[in-house]
C-alpha cells in the first residue's frame, strides 16, 4: 500500500507543489490587496460600486479588511481548481485500469481494493495540504501585511472556511471515486464529472439571482457551501457539512463496492 501512494505521489507531486504555491501566493496577494484599500480607506467607496446582487454573493468580502483576506477560501476560480484537481487525483483507479496497470497489480496477491484505498489516501491528503497551505499563508501574509489597528478574521471563521473547502473537495472527489469505479478510461470519469461541477456551480449562482431556480439549486453541493453565509454567520455548518460529507462518504463507499465486484 506504502508503495502504490509513493508511486502515485511521485506522478502529481509537481502540479501538487504548483498549485499549493498558487493558492498560497493568492492568499498573500489577496492580503495585500485588502491592505491597500484599508490604508486609503476606500471600502466605503468599493462597497457603494459594488452590484446589489454581487454583495449577496460575496458578503462582507468587499467592504472589510478582515472579510477581503478570506475571499480566496470561496473565490469560484479556486475552489473550482481544487475541486478539478480532486477530481483528477480521484480517478486514477479508472486510468489503472485504462494503461493495464491493474492486471499487473492484481496478478499479485494484493487486495483489490489497495487501489481505492490508494487513490483515496492520495485525495484526501493532497486536499489537506493545500487548504492548509492556504490557511498557513493566510496567516503568514497578516504577520506580514496588514496595517497597523486592521481588524484580522477570526481563527474560527479561517477553520470553518477551511474545513468548508476540504468538504466540497472530498465531496466531487468522492463522487469521481465512485465514477471511476465503473469507467474503463480516465477521461469518462473525468470528464463527466468535470463538467457537472461546473454545471452545479452555474445552477447554484444561477439559485442566488432567480428565485424560481432556488428549487433546481438545492440540488448543487456549492448551495452549501456559501462563503457570504459563513461570514455573516448565518450558515448552518451541522447540515451544510453534513450533506457535504454524505456525498463524499456516499461516493467512497460506491467505489469500493463496485470496484470490488467489476470484471477487470
Not at 205 to 222: D, H, N, Y
Request: proline letters at 5%; glycine letters at 8%.
Amino acid at each position: 500500500m506504502i508503495a502504490l501512494i509513493r508511486r502515485s505521489f511521485g506522478r502529481i507531486l509537481r502540479p501538487l507543489l504548483s498549485l499549493i504555491a498558487v493558492l498560497a501566493g493568492f492568499q498573500i496577494a489577496i492580503i495585500a490587496a485588502a491592505a491597500a484599500f484599508a490604508t486609503s480607506g476606500d471600502f466605503d467607496r468599493l462597497a457603494q460600486l459594488t452590484p446589489r446582487f454581487l454583495i449577496e454573493t460575496i458578503g462582507p468580502a468587499l467592504t472589510s479588511f478582515d472579510g477581503m483576506v478570506t475571499i480566496g477560501y470561496f473565490d469560484a476560480l479556486l475552489v473550482m481548481m481544487l475541486v478539478q484537481f480532486a477530481i483528477f487525483l480521484a480517478t486514477e483507479p479508472a486510468a489503472d485500469v485504462e494503461s493495464g496497470l491493474v492486471d499487473l497489480l492484481l496478478a499479485r496477491p494484493l487486495p483489490r481494493h489497495w487501489l481505492v484505498s490508494r487513490s483515496l489516501a492520495v485525495m484526501l491528503l493532497s486536499i489537506v495540504a493545500m487548504t492548509a497551505a492556504m490557511a498557513a499563508a493566510s496567516w503568514a501574509g497578516l504577520w506580514w501585511l496588514a496595517p497597523a489597528g486592521a481588524r484580522w478574521p477570526e481563527p474560527r471563521v479561517v477553520l470553518t472556511f477551511v474545513v468548508y473547502l476540504t468538504m466540497i473537495a472530498c465531496c466531487f472527489g468522492g463522487a469521481a471515486l465512485a465514477a471511476s469505479g465503473w469507467a474503463r478510461r480516465r477521461a469518462a470519469a473525468l470528464g463527466g464529472l468535470a463538467i457537472a461541477a461546473v454545471a452545479a456551480y452555474l445552477i447554484d449562482v444561477l439559485g442566488m439571482m432567480w428565485p424560481p431556480a432556488q428549487t433546481v439549486a438545492r440540488l448543487s453541493p456549492f448551495h452549501y457551501f456559501r462563503g457570504s453565509a459563513i461570514l455573516a454567520g448565518t450558515a448552518d455548518p451541522a447540515l451544510d457539512l453534513g450533506v457535504l460529507g454524505t456525498i463524499a462518504v456516499a461516493g467512497i463507499a460506491l467505489a469500493y463496492w463496485q470496484f470490488a465486484r467489476r470484471d477487470l
